[in-house]
């Protein structure tokens, strides 16, 4: 009996780990394939922890990170030791890395600030959005419309709280 159990235990193993592999690779291969043209990003500066310069061309754009919030840097409650914390984060996240820049459909290309509204991918398919959420440090944020990947952020966010 016990040599059956491990049998499936092994054989759910194998199969865990075999699917695990081939679905890696398959977000890799989609990632590879969607930016396989795109422009890589230098990171001029970052502003807080959901805004950065880039420099695209031989122009400085500010972009907003789409789907999340950030405290602000002038709180000078708790929320601005937070504020800083998500900065340094990000720059950490970003530090010496080149982006892939996207835009999500269901928004607008800027804000009312003028800031380009995009997820921030590096070379790996890391999505920074992603990972600031995942930080704790940022909130997830739905100005008005849904974005592409509202559901999942929420769900990260209320899996860390």
Known sequence: MKRKIWLILLIGLGLFLFWAIKF???????FVKK????QLIEVRRVIDGDTIEVKIG???EMVRLIGIDAPEMTDSSMKGLKAIEAKEKLEDILKDKK??????????????????????????G????????????????????PY????EFRKIENNIK
């Open 24 to 30: 890696s690779r398959i977000e890799k291969a989609e």
């Open 35 to 38: 930016f396989n043209n795109s």
């Open 58 to 60: 031989d122009k400085n």
């Open 99 to 124: 982006l892939i820049l996207e835009s999500d459909e269901s928004q607008d290309n800027r804000d009312v600030y003028n800031r380009l509204l995009r997820y921030i991918y590096l070379e790996d």
């Open 126 to 145: 890391t999505l920074v959005n992603k990972e600031m959420i995942k930080t704790g440090l940022v909130e997830e944020y739905t100005f008005i419309v």
């Open 148 to 151: 592409k990947y509202q559901e």
